[in-house]
């Protein structure tokens, strides 16, 4: 670290670092339990995965179409319910400022699937998650003879996730500070971590003390790790290739298609760019698949899918573009997804990753767990932070925002 002009110090209870859901909603909880919580992110909030994301608040049902109800889908169950109450203001965080783009999804089969399909979702134990929908309620772009498929509505809401962070983050911004991302860690030989030190915009140097510290960092969470000497927990990165499809023509469209295997092809959300036109965003197999395509291949290959399996559909003159991402998660050594939030703590220092948005409750209640409600000496405060020359973080923009 070069020589810097003088120094401050910051105290906080809790240390949180990352811009995403996970330092987000893990902040607010934190702080609701009266723990002074200092965040710093590198970035603007919720660049990365979360604005990535489609905001679908799964309830495990995606999971299970492979035929049998998963521990990836029993993790999840709970989650809408702990999501709408949040939604109305009466859960664990506020989140009445939330904007959801769709209070379910929609289920489509493939035409050959189609029994299959209606075997499975009509069975008692997906009873009330997934009510078929009569072919004369059928919503655009199903409501033509042209589709043979079975429709079903899944109770899975899709939020928005500028306005989640926006929400999230907020009452935050006072106790938030954009940092460069690395510290010279102080760790005593117990291995407890007690200071970060930095610079500020300054050149002065920080000294930032904490109780605990949370990496919330997502796939930063591996280089904060190396900067202490450590070497787990393992992260794993999968990547995703998702696309774009900007037209005024679109229409509303949340939905999960259904096909043989046991990820759905194609999940798509729409959401609206900043200049009012709406767009699909896709993910699902299309996405992990595309991961080897280039940008281009995986125009001409979702041009390709679309014009299969929705052939009706006028996509003239749509703007078609792709985005990659890559999901940040502890190593599993299969490389398939874990199947819940996990938190790993080693002395004062946790790290997590929710591995799902819709986990984010799951995640701040297992940290909270370890943490107690016990909060530090000077309850709720920060100490210093005022005092130190670092800007407030703003909303990034969604990277499908083009
Ligand atoms: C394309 C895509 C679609 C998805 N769709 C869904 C969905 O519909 N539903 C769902 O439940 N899940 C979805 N997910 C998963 C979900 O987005 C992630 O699990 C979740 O957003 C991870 O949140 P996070 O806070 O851990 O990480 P991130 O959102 O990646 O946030 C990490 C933050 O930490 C910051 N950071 C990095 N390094 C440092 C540092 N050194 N110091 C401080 N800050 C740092 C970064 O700038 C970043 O803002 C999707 C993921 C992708 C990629």
Request: aromatic letters at 6%; one cysteine or more.
């Amino acid at each position: 670290m070069p020589e810097l002009a003088s120094s401050q110090t910051v105290e906080a209870d809790i240390a949180i670092l990352g811009g995403g859901i996970a330092a987000l909603w893990t902040a607010n909880i934190l702080r609701k339990a009266g723990h002074g919580v200092v965040l710093l992110t590198n970035s603007d909030w919720g660049t990365g995965q979360t604005l990535a994301a489609q905001g679908v608040i799964h309830g495990g049902l995606k999971y299970a179409l492979a035929g049998k109800l998963t521990d990836s889908s029993e993790a999840l169950a709970d989650m809408p319910g702990r999501w709408s109450l949040s939604l109305a203001g009466e859960g664990e965080v506020d989140l009445r400022g939330v904007t959801v783009l769709s209070p379910s999804q929609i289920l489509w089969s493939l035409p050959s699937i189609a029994s299959k399909a209606v075997a499975f979702f009509g069975s008692q134990t997906l009873r009330n998650r997934a009510n078929p929908i009569p072919r004369k309620d059928h919503p655009a772009p199903f409501n033509t003879p042209d589709y043979r498929g079975q429709l079903f509505e899944l109770g899975e809401m899709v939020v928005d996730p500028v306005s989640l962070v926006a929400t999230l983050a907020t009452p935050l911004n006072p106790f938030a500070r954009k940092w460069t991302g690395s510290a010279d860690w102080t760790i005593g030989t117990d291995g407890q971590v007690t200071d970060a030190i930095f610079p500020d915009q300054s050149g002065r140097h920080v000294t930032l003390r904490a109780r605990h510290w949370i990496l919330a960092a997502g796939a930063g969470n591996a280089a904060l790790l190396r900067s202490m000497g450590r070497e787990t927990p393992a992260m794993q990165l999968r990547p995703l290739h998702q696309v774009v499809i900007r037209s005024a023509k679109l229409p509303p469209l949340y939905s999960v298609c259904i096909g043989t295997g046991a990820k759905p092809p194609l999940v798509t959300t729409t959401h609206t760019a900043s200049d009012g036109t709406p767009l699909w965003y896709v993910g699902g197999d299309l996405a992990e698949t595309g991961v080897e395509r280039s940008e281009s291949a995986q125009i001409d290959f979702a041009r390709a899918r679309f014009r299969e399996l929705l052939p009706w559909l006028d996509l003239s003159g749509a703007e078609w573009a792709t985005i990659r991402v890559d999901r940040a998660e502890p190593h599993t050594g299969t490389g398939d997804r874990p199947p819940g939030a996990f938190v790993h703590r080693q002395g004062n220092v946790l790290t997590v990753w929710p591995t799902k948005l819709a986990l984010a409750p799951n995640l701040a209640s297992q940290v909270q767990a370890l943490i107690g409600t016990t909060a530090g000496p000077a309850s709720g405060t920060v100490a210093g932070l005022d005092t130190i020359d670092l800007p407030i973080p703003s909303v990034a923009k969604a990277p499908w925002d083009l």
